[in-house]
């Protein structure tokens, strides 16, 4: 009987456990799973986009302007008269050039045309609020009179620091500069692609030293600069060397409060670069739009981030051909407007010829981009997603902390009415073209938050153009960020 019983009891408690099992043990599984984080020593370090005043700066400029200049502005995508049909900046990867002969034109870098009171001049027409110039390429050439290498500037006719005036004036014009500089060196004996050998590890040691050197001077010699636009990085010796490249970022910015960095810098423990294991970004604001841009704020996950762009198909050096489609002024302008739209900024690209001249494309760009920046600005500066739902006709940018929201409108539809969908909670108290701020705007309500702007008859628009809607009630609405 004793045994029979107890036999029953063990029945009864292994039927509970095999309940309990079944009902709960698949929910804190999935449970696990959603709170499971891979524990990363050289992962993201932030939760969330930085707050402080720098990056403040850096979240209000809209628009900027990238500067490649090297020694493959000399050959223009060019060599013995063949044409090369990748980047120009590229050339020296090509097959058909003798690398000897390659690193043997710094001996004619030699820009006697070089004003940089005028680049920064033409910048500021432009309407630019940064710039990023190219310190060394992937060709390790140095423009500025580094103490860590011969390859530089000192050693070309031109021998003056090409960097330090630059810097001054673009500083002089307002104007925040911001140093690329490329982890990948296809001239420093001791840049390795990959870590196979021990030889390797020592090289590649000596090659991280010499990197640290050349930041450490940089900073020391140009403290007005804001940040870095690290490039090359996707190399496997670069992708194993996640601690250095930690401890590197954490080092910059000791030495230089405020400093930013962008995410493609660094790689975590296992190499993944821009993103850790955990999906979350490293470094200050996403750098991996390069000539694409997100479509929906989904796409940038809450990050800071920037598109950088060049006006030909590819190619960022100068070209003696411009390859591919030219990218129009208005283009350009839209392409900006969706970047703001979005939260982002848009960074033009300018690839001078070795003598220090734009070419004329270039000029006539600038120019007609800052003619619109002069009218339009307001859209641009300091402005932010507005949580709208996007319409066919163009992009709600929001000027941050302030109750006016901007259309710029690349489509006008053939009925002439422009419909917006406003966040819940906010209404347009008026809405006028910002060309004409008197004149408002006759506006229909359709349902809730819905509502048709009707263009005044008769205009006619080569270019986007800006209306500036007046919101209300916006106090009690919490921003869609
Ligand atoms: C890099 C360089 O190789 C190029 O010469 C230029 O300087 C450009 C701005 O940066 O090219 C890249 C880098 C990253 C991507 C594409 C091209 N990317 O993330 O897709």
Redo the contacts with the bound molecule.
């Keep these: 009987m004793i045994l029979k019983k107890s036999y029953r009891q063990n029945l009864k408690k292994i039927f509970h456990l095999f309940l309990f099992t079944l009902l709960f043990i698949p929910s804190a599984i999935a449970q696990a799973q959603v709170k499971t984080k891979i524990s990363l020593l050289h992962g993201s370090h932030r939760e969330g986009k930085r707050m402080d005043a720098d990056m403040a700066r850096w979240r209000s400029y809209g628009l900027g302007q990238?500067i490649?200049w090297g020694l493959y502005s000399i050959l223009g995508g060019k060599w013995n008269g063949q044409q090369y049909n990748g980047?120009a900046?590229?050339i020296r990867s090509w097959k058909e050039i003798p690398k000897r002969e390659y690193d043997s034109l710094y001996l004619k870098f030699d820009p006697k045309e070089f004003r940089p009171a005028e680049w920064a001049a033409m910048a500021k027409k432009m309407g630019v609020k940064y710039m990023t110039i190219?310190t060394k390429?992937?060709d390790g050439f140095c423009l500025w009179q580094s103490n860590f290498s011969t390859y530089t500037i000192s050693n070309s006719p031109y021998k003056n620091d090409i960097i330090d005036p630059l810097i001054e004036a673009y500083n002089k014009e307002g104007i925040d500069v911001y140093l690329?500089y490329?982890i990948?060196d296809w001239h420093h004996p001791d840049w390795r692609y990959d870590l196979k050998t021990k030889e390797d590890s020592m090289a590649f040691c000596r090659y991280k030293s010499f990197v640290k050197n050349q930041l450490t001077e940089l900073l020391q010699k140009y403290p007005s600069v804001k940040g870095f636009?690290f490039?090359?990085t996707?190399d496997e010796s670069w992708k194993k060397s996640g601690a250095f490249s930690d401890s590197l970022e954490q080092y910059l910015k000791k030495i230089h409060p405020g400093l930013i960095i962008g995410g493609?810098l660094r790689a975590d423990d296992f190499g993944n670069r821009?993103f850790d294991a955990n999906g979350e970004m490293m470094g200050d604001y996403e750098?991996?739009?390069?000539?694409?841009i997100p479509k929906t704020y989904a796409d940038v996950h809450g990050n800071d981030w920037e598109c950088?762009m060049?006006i030909p198909e590819n190619g960022?050096?100068y070209s003696q051909k411009w390859m591919g489609h030219w990218k129009t002024t208005n283009e350009l302008l839209e392409m900006m407007a969706q970047c703001v739209s979005l939260g982002g900024n848009f960074v033009v690209?300018f690839g001078p010829e070795a003598n220090g001249i734009f070419r004329p494309e270039e000029i006539k760009t600038a120019r007609e981009i800052g003619e619109w920046m002069r009218q339009n600005d307001d859209a641009i500066y300091n402005c932010e997603y507005a949580g709208w739902e996007k319409q066919d006709w163009g992009y709600f940018t929001k000027k941050r902390n302030e109750n006016k929201v901007y259309m710029i409108i690349c489509n006008i539809p053939v009925s002439g009415s422009l419909k917006i969908r406003s966040s819940a909670g906010i209404d347009v108290a008026k809405a006028f073209l910002l060309q004409s701020p008197e004149k408002l705007l006759t506006m229909e309500n359709i349902e809730n938050g819905v509502k048709f702007i009707y263009l005044p008859e008769g205009l006619s628009f080569k270019k986007p153009f800006v209306i500036e809607l007046d919101i209300r009630n916006a106090k009690q609405v919490t921003w869609n960020k």
């Design positions: 990238f490649h980047a900046e590229w190219t390429h992937h690329y490329s990948l636009w490039d090359g996707w493609r821009h750098q991996g739009w390069e000539r694409k950088v060049t960022w050096g690209n």
